[in-house]
């Protein structure tokens, strides 16, 4: 099932061009953007939006709480499955270079690099949790979750990815991680 935001909203609040909100996909538990003019649906925010206003506007109303759900333990009992939550920031060169809270994304890989690398210095020092980060911070929707993926096994994720997270103990957190969707920190949740 799929709903209209319970958030009232404009677009001087959301950012978002004429004609476009946000919803909500119960399916996926993800906002997503839908043209009420063209029923056009898409998971990035469409061209002409504001990206400070509406990475103000979702972490605003977007954004799961603090604390990681508790999930059932058999959701892993076979224990051939992780979870983990991460940290994406995006290049040009970045297989989808477009993201949540901004729709262009034209920075270079070394600038992306850069942009992590403080964001990975303010997690190890404990000076901010990866998860509070990424809700505010974070190229990837998941962003809206605190970075955090759920459960997936082997050969549910780019190569890179998957080895630099299974390789993690629960609690730890990555170096930087690269794939083809950009640059990444991760957190192992169990």
Known sequence: MIHQSPFPQSSSETGLPPSWEVRHSNSKNLPYYFNATTKESRWEPPTGTDPQ?????MSTHHTAPLSHPPQPVSSNASGDKIRAAHLLVKHKDSRRPSSWKDPSITR?????LEILRGHEKRIKSGEVGLGELATSESDCSSARKKGDLGFFGHGDMQREFEEAAFALKPGEVSGVVDTASGVHLIERLE
């Open 53 to 57: 206003k509406i990475k103000t506007y």
């Open 108 to 112: 270079t890989k070394d600038e992306a």
